[in-house]
């Protein structure tokens, strides 16, 4: 009876007070009832959430990595910045440590040791990454989109190739591609050059990626079974182990060598009946091997190649390549000679891609070798695509096309006459604008471009002395003689990776309080400070663990101490302590147990497994 009265109550009080009903309701009714209320709160801030989450995630800037060569791994690894969505897309799910290539073509480094999975890389970021595996077919920057296939087989055509869109597009050095709204990155690097020499395509190897260096390990060790055998002629044999090399650059010369240290280490012990058939020879179209080294590093190689029976033939251009010759033809020379050959490397520099090709006749750079960027890396043309790595080539402004402006900039009173000290007001920001004008000027100090005798009359120091705008453009006529390209690197793409990431990751704070020089046209300052390359040194491995180094400061270092500075540093750039125990522990195997002359057997199979992992 007390419950009927309560009840009454209840409805009484409903009926007199709507609004107090769900309080009611959920005080009194049964579990079932609160639940559904609970429920149903839940689910509109669950919506709620939601669409605050999608109103985030609209706002973030879409990166889109194309490749996942040097540039894009070290732009992933250092890019910190919350506000971007990034999408890496490449047919390479892996990144591969390139500068020990020549070092898996002969076994002393396994496959395996210098790739590692781009999924690993991304997974440790805090910010959100994903990777598409999928090459990216065509950039179409007049819609600000990318075209895609997917690598796998997905078995129906409408997975296989999709667009995207993007805000931003970043051209690194390996075929990639992207998504909407935001920064698109593209990897697409460059391709062998052959300089349509008729034949290479098809007789010729290539060392650009990890399937090139086993093929031609695998190709090196059939080369020996094969002259082993019983039914060969001593001129059948001679053809056969005849490796030639074509290009005495970096990556050449140290196949070379590589393939003279396996010779002397391991051949003598495993096919001592054919290991003096063997010869390497080198072709080389200028005059010397290595030269973009010191010449104090060109000469002992190509001395010590000659001591080592490995020919180096300088100015020798091939002509043509055929199954079983290579013609080539001496500098100077119409005649043209041809000799037999088991196996050619060709390494005679980069090309640009296909695609980097299409994109570059869409913006107008057809007739160029390689995409031209400013200073900031961006694309001349599209303000909202960058380049990097080997793909592309800064066009670095030339003073004397900006000499009126920069006159006029340091003109600090408007008298029509420079002062020293008005040019050094504005030199440091003319300096950082202009590389060449930092090197000029430590050649020629700023005190010296005002001496200008006819001005000097009696005792007046520099300091009293004012510059015309043609003495100016005569005192600085030959400051763009120290302009340089920058060489298609890792040590360059890495460098540029990281600074592209530092730039993104103060996108916003730079747009408040720019950091970068005065500009030079206009007013204002520039966001950002314009890329400088750093040349840390560079290394030649010529065999017999002797390496050449040249080193900042005109240091150059030949012998076997310089040998253990590059394992050292070889091995600190891996990008993983995966692949940095691994590269460690084949160098130690090769040190105990020679190396690996397997062939094929469980390469490829190592190959898919690391590249699934």
Same mark, same amino acid.
Request: proline share 3%; aromatic share 8%.
């Given at each position: ?117 781009? %999924? ?22 007049? =819609? ?13 055509? %409408? ?23 935001? @920064? ?76 003279? +240290? ?23 179209? @200028? ?79 057809? =007739?160029?070798?390689?995409?031209? @960027? ?39 009173? =408007? ?35 005002? +001496? ?79 890329? %400088? ?72 199979? +190592? ?7």
């Amino acid at each position: 009876m007390r419950s009927f009265n309560f009840f009454g109550r209840l409805c009484t009080a409903f009926h007199d007070y709507p609004s107090l009903s769900k309080i009611i309701v959920v005080s009194t009714l049964s579990s079932g009832s609160l639940i559904a209320y609970s429920e149903a709160n839940t689910n509109n801030r669950n919506r709620g959430r939601v669409a605050h989450a999608d109103a985030v995630a609209s706002k973030k800037k879409k990166v889109v990595v194309l490749g996942t060569g040097w540039a894009a791994m070290t732009f992933l690894k250092n890019l910190n910045n919350c506000i971007y969505e990034v999408e890496v897309v490449s047919p390479r799910n892996f990144f591969l440590f390139t500068p020990l290539l020549p070092s898996v073509t002969c076994g002393k480094v396994e496959a395996r040791s210098i790739v590692e999975p781009i %999924r690993n890389i991304i997974r440790k970021k805090n910010i959100d990454v994903r990777y598409r595996e999928a090459e990216c077919t065509k950039i179409d920057p007049a =819609n600000n989109k990318i075209y895609c296939r997917a690598t796998a087989n997905t078995n129906s055509k %409408r997975q296989e190739e999709f667009a995207i869109d993007y805000d931003y597009l970043i051209i690194y050095n390996n075929l990639h591609a992207s998504d909407p709204i935001g @920064t698109t990155i593209i990897a697409v690097g460059a391709q062998v050059n052959t300089f349509n020499t008729h034949g290479v395509e098809g007789n010729c190897h290539f060392l650009k990626e990890i399937d090139d260096a086993q093929k031609i390990r695998r190709n090196v060790i059939d080369a020996f079974e094969k002259a082993s055998l019983p039914n060969l002629t001593e001129e059948e044999r001679k053809k056969i182990l005849h490796f030639v090399v074509v290009g005495g650059g970096p990556t050449g010369v140290e196949f070379a060598a590589e393939l003279h +240290d396996f010779m002397n280490e391991d051949v003598v012990k495993l096919y001592p009946m054919v290991q003096n058939f063997v010869k390497i020879t080198v072709l080389e179209a @200028t005059d010397h091997i290595l030269n973009m080294f010191d010449k104090r590093i060109t000469k002992f190689a190509e001395h010590k190649f000659g001591r080592d029976n490995i020919e180096v033939k300088l100015g020798s251009m091939v002509t043509k390549v055929t199954e079983n010759e290579i013609c080539t033809k001496a500098k100077g020379s119409d005649k043209t000679t041809s000799m037999p050959y088991g196996m050619v490397l060709w390494s005679t520099g980069i090309g640009p891609r296909p695609i980097v090709k299409d994109f570059m006749k869409q913006i107008g750079q057809g =007739n160029r070798r390689a995409l031209a @960027t400013d200073e900031w890396l961006r694309v001349e043309g599209v303000g909202n695509v960058y380049a990097l790595g080997d793909c592309a080539t800064i066009n670095q402004r030339k003073v004397m096309e900006d000499i009126t402006e920069i006159f006029k900039k340091a003109d600090a009173d =408007n008298s029509g006459t420079l002062t020293l000290k008005e040019f050094q007001d504005i030199s440091n920001d003319i300096c950082e604008r202009y590389s060449q004008m930092q090197l000029y000027l430590k050649s020629k100090p700023v005190r010296n471009i005002f +001496d200008r005798p006819s001005q000097v009359k009696g005792k007046a120091s520099k300091e009293s002395i004012e510059l015309r705008i043609e003495e100016f453009k005569s005192a600085l006529s030959e400051v763009d003689t120290q302009l340089k390209n920058l060489p298609a690197t890792a040590q360059v793409a890495n460098q540029q990776g990281a600074y592209l990431a530092k730039c993104f990751n103060r996108m916003e704070e730079c747009e408040i309080n720019p950091e970068g020089p005065t500009r030079i046209r206009g007013t204002g300052r520039h966001r950002f400070r314009p890329f %400088r390359y750093r040349h840390l040194g560079q290394f030649a491995p010529l065999g017999g663990e002797q390496t050449a180094a040249q080193l900042p400061g005109d240091w150059v270092s030949i012998g076997h101490s310089s040998k253990w500075l590059w394992y050292s540093i070889y091995a600190s750039k891996q990008v993983s302590w995966r692949t940095r125990a691994l590269v460690v522990s084949d160098w130690i195997r090769r040190f105990i147990f020679g190396r690996d002359t397997s062939g094929d057997t469980g390469l490829r199979a +190592d190959q898919d497994r690391v590249a699934k992992s």
